[in-house]
């Protein structure tokens, strides 16, 4: 069963940092872009960034210059470098990838179950 899921979401003050991970598992062939969204509750899920498989990365505005995303293509992981994180805000945060999977010639957009990440003092 290929499956994506994140760890490192949890409680984290103002102003603080987390690292998220990402980790993909399963009969995979190829891994193209990866990136991670986040989604607040009642809110539509938006993107945060992504990388593709050659490293290059490109952010939303509003996290820019805050947070860096980075892969380790052996360990099929995408990771999420949150700094300066701001208050009032407890979004899930989500994986997904553009997988190749055995027996299958299309890529397939595969998402993580979510971690949450909650800022708050």
């Known amino acids: 069963q290929v499956q994506l899921v994140e760890s490192g979401g949890g409680l984290v003050q103002p102003g603080g940092s987390l690292r998220l991970s990402c980790a993909a598992s399963g009969k995979i062939l190829t891994i193209n872009n990866m990136a991670w969204y986040r989604q607040a509750p009642g809110k539509q899920r938006e993107l945060v960034a992504t990388?593709?498989?050659?490293?290059?990365?490109n952010y939303a505005d509003y996290v820019k210059d805050r947070f860096a995303i980075a892969r380790d293509n052996a360990k099929k992981t995408v990771y999420l470098q949150m700094n300066s994180l701001k208050p009032a805000y407890t979004p899930v945060y989500y994986c997904?990838?553009?997988?190749?999977?055995?027996?299958?010639?299309?890529?397939?957009?595969?998402w993580g179950q979510g971690t949450p990440v909650t800022v708050s003092s």
């Open positions: 997904n990838a553009d997988m190749r999977v055995l027996y299958s010639v299309t890529l397939v957009t595969y």
């Open positions: 990388i593709t498989s050659g490293g290059t990365t």
